[in-house]
């Protein structure tokens, strides 16, 4: 072996070291953190005393059971869920578009999603095939199926990246017009309950909604992660991945089925919450680079990590406010924004 490859091993494995050492210490902040949730909250509960609830150990009173165990354990774990959800989407809709602004906000999929929510509070109107019981979520889960199929159907036809990403922009001006007009014609209570839902909120989430949510994630990340060739191929360029015998088309048309099934059912769960998508993978992408097997599962740990530390932060700063979440992800994300956009034109 010559002492140039010896060198290129040595300095393969080295940056292996270093990616796994990164994937571990984001692994324990986000359990760190996941915990510092649920310890934290306006009851002033002792840790220990937390604790004991979350293990459902005896001694624990009626109100911390229900304290912890029925709105900290459901909220903690469901940021944990949607923050994965909402930055793996856009990790790998950066990668489809080659544009690192894409994601579920920008493409019109969660304002869609939205103005589903709306339709249910504003007007109580059922979308076909919704249940009842479900109207909010289920309206709001169907209307970013639907957006998502429209992108499809235009890729289908041969739509570039460039156009899907106007079209996914004139969306987004579309739905948040007919959300407005909606806020005009509501009541004052509906109009409340839209403005905080639209901006998102954890708040609501008991384990009647986790469960679900808990139900994709298994099928959705690992879903996505085994897309990590091939999104890691198209990297590479177009020309490049279609010599390597790869699909495109399919694979775009399955990336745009596993982010609208991601989206959807995060801001089915918990409203519109921004900015996770769109940090998570650059936060990610300066981690470990653009090697979507190590990407991919950090941007999901990132997004994690950023919805808890909002989530955190608010009980924290204002532990009397029911603050909603967007809010905090929105004063967290854009100071981190605004350094990716000053760092990346430094080098």
Known sequence: MSATTAGILA???????????????????????????????????????????????????????IIVQQIRLPQALAALVVGAFLALSGAQLQTVFNNPLAEGVTLGIAPAAAFGAAIAIVLGISLPLVPGGWIIAGNAFLLAFLATLVLMGLASLGGGTRTLMLFGI????????????????????????????????????????????????????????????????????????????????????????????????????VGSIGFVGLVGPHIARLLVGEDHRIFLPVSAIA?????????????????????????????????????LIITRRAG
């Not at 940056?15 to 909250?41: E, M, N």
């Open 170 to 269: 004139g969306l987004v001006f579309t739905f948040n017009a007919l959300i407005a007009l909606l806020q005009i014609v509501a009541s004052q209570a509906a109009l409340q309950q839209l403005t905080f839902w639209m901006l998102g909120s954890l708040a609501g989430v008991r384990w009647g909604i986790l469960w679900p949510l808990l139900g994709l994630a298994v099928i959705l990340i690992p879903w996505s992660l085994s897309a990590a060739p091939a999104l890691t191929a198209l990297r590479l360029g177009e020309e490049r991945a279609i010599s390597l015998g790869l699909d495109i088309r399919r694979l775009r048309l399955a990336t745009f089925l596993r982010v609208s099934l991601m989206t959807g059912a995060a801001v089915a769960s």
């Open 303 to 339: 997004g994690a990590l950023i919805l808890l530390l909002a989530q955190l932060g608010a009980k924290l700063v204002l532990p009397d406010l029911d603050v909603p979440t967007g809010i905090t992800t929105a004063l967290i994300g854009l100071p981190v924004f605004f350094a």
């Open 11 to 65: 300095a393969h494995r080295q940056l292996k070291y270093r990616r796994r050492l990164t994937v571990a210490a984001l692994c324990l902040v986000t359990l760190i953190v996941l915990a510092a949730d649920v310890l934290a909250g306006p009851a002033g509960l002792h840790p220990v005393s937390v604790l004991r609830a979350a293990l459902g150990m005896g001694g624990s009173s009626r109100m911390e059971l």
